[in-house]
Nanobody
Framework: QVQLMESGGGSVQPGGSLRLSCAISGYSGSNFCMAWFRQAPGKEREGVTSMYFGSGITHYIDSVKGRFTISQDKASNTLYLQMNSLKPEDSAMYYC?????????????????????WGQGTQVTVSS
């Protein structure tokens, strides 16, 4: 059984940085599309970034390009999200998600319903 557990959320001022971690257990292969989603109160859950473990290919939504970086540590089976230059509009609950697939396709990776495995979420608050 695949389990995901996020950590690293918190409160920061605008312009600050946070690094989120997603510990993956129950699976150590490469045929996984991993993604970070976020959901602010009253809004739909949206895909932020994804990485296909096999190839390392990544995707980002426009609003985080150049500020957020997704990465993986295969040795510890951990997914990371480095968030720099944080803005108030980045405030949300952040979720790690995974699905077994042959790739993180550009047109489908943000689709929430395609992900089978989810973490419990970690809160990020950006405020002065």
């Amino acid at each position: 059984q695949v389990q995901l557990m996020e950590s690293g959320g918190g409160s920061v001022q605008p312009g600050g940085s946070l690094r989120l971690s997603c510990a993956i257990s129950g699976y150590s292969g490469s045929n996984f599309c991993m993604a970070w989603f976020r959901q602010a109160p009253g809004k739909e859950r949206e895909g932020v970034t994804s990485m296909y473990f096999g190839s390392g290919i990544t995707h980002y939504i426009d609003s985080v390009k150049g500020r957020f970086t997704i990465s993986q540590d295969k040795a510890s089976n951990t997914l990371y999200l480095q968030m720099n230059s944080l803005k108030p509009e980045d405030s949300a609950m952040y979720y790690c998600a995974a699905k077994a697939t042959v790739n993180c396709f550009e047109d489908s990776w943000p689709n929430v319903i395609t992900y089978r495995y989810w973490g419990q979420g970690t809160q990020v608050t950006v405020s002065s």
